[in-house]
């Protein structure tokens, strides 16, 4: 094993005001209760997002409460066990849709399934997505015990198990319906979905991409446009699009150890030296540390979803949802924060340094 820690460079301190006032609030005392809600497996950037999550857990800032899965194949389960036990936390819950949207295994999921001399080269206990419990229960058990008011969530994949949840009835968890639980204990809801801004094409810019995330499964993202009762901020394509993970630190920086789950995930979904878009990092970075000034956020309005999956955004002085937009100036701090955090060694290694 390798043992030395990668070159930190210091992150900016700055006091910044908020400027959205539904979301304006004081430095947590306690850390953020998450739920992280991905399509794992599908590309790199979920994995990534769970090494950010895992480095502001280990800072204090966040606890994940459990993982649903959005991606239908057994080995997403398992693998997200994997990462959660690499750093040191193999015992957070992990809920699974069954609803055979991209069923296959992924590029990476198989690395569950890797093993070096006869043993799993990354240790787990859940074996398979056969074996976790439906997501939607999950959400309704995992929120049933959270002080009001209190959940963060972050979307990073389809809206499935969150369209799901509003859908639910009351349960042995708790006895109210799935809006009305999301309702008393959601405080926001960050999602990677959709597209804002106008973004490159072949003729010029354009504004009418259908994302990915949208597309895979539209009744539940119209669902979940028009039903959510909480508060959202949506990070749209473009973000995660100008906002690219330098591929030196996939080279250098995970080097710590032998192997390491998220630069082995993402070599083999598209080796570097190419810069992957930080789509589903943008949203956890927003989801726990909306005060830093990141990024920038719209003025509240609407999010609608059309049935070919486009998504429109209407202002709305009263309205539920606003979506990311990145500045010029914010692209160095956005960036060198998600790579400093992202490639954050464990708590639990032997010389990691969590500071």
Not at 184 to 205: C, H, T
Request: charge should be negative.
């Amino acid at each position: 094993m390798k043992f030395h820690v990668p070159l930190a460079v210091a992150m900016l301190s700055a006091s910044w005001i908020l400027q959205a006032p539904l979301l304006a609030q004081a430095p947590p005392a306690q850390p953020v209760p998450f739920i992280f809600d991905t399509d794992i497996g599908n590309d790199c950037d979920d994995v990534l997002a769970m090494g950010v999550i895992h480095a502001l857990q280990t800072r204090g800032e966040c606890e994940l409460l459990a993982v649903t899965i959005t991606k239908d194949h057994e080995l997403a389960a398992a693998f997200t066990d994997a990462v959660n036990t690499f750093y040191g936390r193999g015992d957070i819950p992990i809920g699974v849709c069954r609803s055979g949207v991209t069923s296959e295994p992924g590029s990476f999921n198989v690395l569950a399934a890797q093993q070096d001399d006869g043993d799993d080269r990354y240790p787990h206990d859940l074996r398979s997505g056969q074996d976790a419990p439906d997501a939607v229960a999950l959400l309704r058990q995992t929120l049933a015990s959270q002080a009001d008011g209190s959940v963060v969530i972050a979307q990073v994949g389809f809206s499935t198990n969150l369209a799901n949840l509003l859908k639910s009835q009351p349960d042995n968890y708790s006895p109210l319906s799935g809006v009305e639980l999301v309702q008393r204990k959601v405080r926001l809801l960050s999602l990677m979905a959709g597209a804002f801004e106008k973004i490159p094409g072949k003729d010029g810019q354009r504004d009418d991409h259908k994302e990915y995330n949208i597309v895979k499964d539209i009744p539940a993202a119209q669902w979940l446009a028009a039903e959510w009762p909480t508060p959202t901020v949506w990070s749209g394509y473009e973000i995660g699009l100008n906002l690219t993970y330098p591929h030196e630190s996939i080279l250098q920086d995970y080097n710590y150890v032998d192997h390491h789950p998220l630069s082995e995930a993402y070599t083999l979904y598209n080796p570097p030296p190419h810069n992957r878009p930080t789509w589903d990092l943008t949203s956890v970075l927003q989801a726990i540390r909306p005060d830093r000034n990141y990024f920038d956020l719209s003025p509240p309005g609407r999010v609608s979803v059309a049935d070919d999956g486009l998504t429109t955004f209407q202002n709305d002085a009263d309205g539920r949802d606003r979506y990311l937009i990145l500045r010029e100036a914010q692209k160095g701090r956005a960036s060198e924060a998600l790579v400093q955090l992202s490639s954050q060694p464990p708590a639990n290694f032997p010389e990691g340094d969590s500071q």
